[in-house]
């Protein structure tokens, strides 16, 4: 069973700086893509920025610049560096894990259960 953890959430002032945290856990060898998205309440879930085992990054255009995201694949954890927050409305923030290699095979869509960020003054 893959579990999926978030942390690091809570509400932070404008061009304040938030850092949320992943770990997964579970009979886990190797995990090809974690990554972060987001969802605001009426509004669909969209990417934030995923990262390959390779290293290779993916950001949403409106973070480019602003957020960090990050792995450590011997801890099968991912981070979001999130810097110069902007004003908005609040909105639940996922992991998610696809190409996780475990002793039952590989599996994709796994889903933490979110952390909230809000970010207002």
């Known amino acids: 069973q893959v579990q999926l953890v978030e942390s690091g959430g809570g509400l932070v002032q404008p061009g304040g700086s938030l850092r949320l945290s992943c770990a997964a856990s579970?009979?886990?060898?190797?995990?090809?893509?974690m990554g972060w998205y987001r969802q605001a309440p009426g509004n669909q879930r969209e990417l934030v920025a995923t990262?390959?085992?390779?290293?290779?990054?993916d950001y949403a255009d409106s973070v480019k610049g602003r957020f960090t995201i990050s792995r450590d694949n011997s801890k099968n954890t991912v981070h979001l560096q999130m810097n110069s927050l902007k004003p908005e409305a609040p909105a639940v923030y996922y992991c998610?894990?696809?190409?996780?290699?475990?002793?039952?095979?590989?599996?994709?869509?796994?889903w933490g259960q979110g952390t909230q960020v809000t970010v207002s003054s």
């Open positions: 990262m390959a085992n390779s290293g290779r990054t």
């Open positions: 998610k894990a696809d190409g996780v290699v475990t002793d039952q095979g590989t599996g994709s869509g796994y």
């Open positions: 579970g009979s886990i060898f190797g995990i090809y893509a």
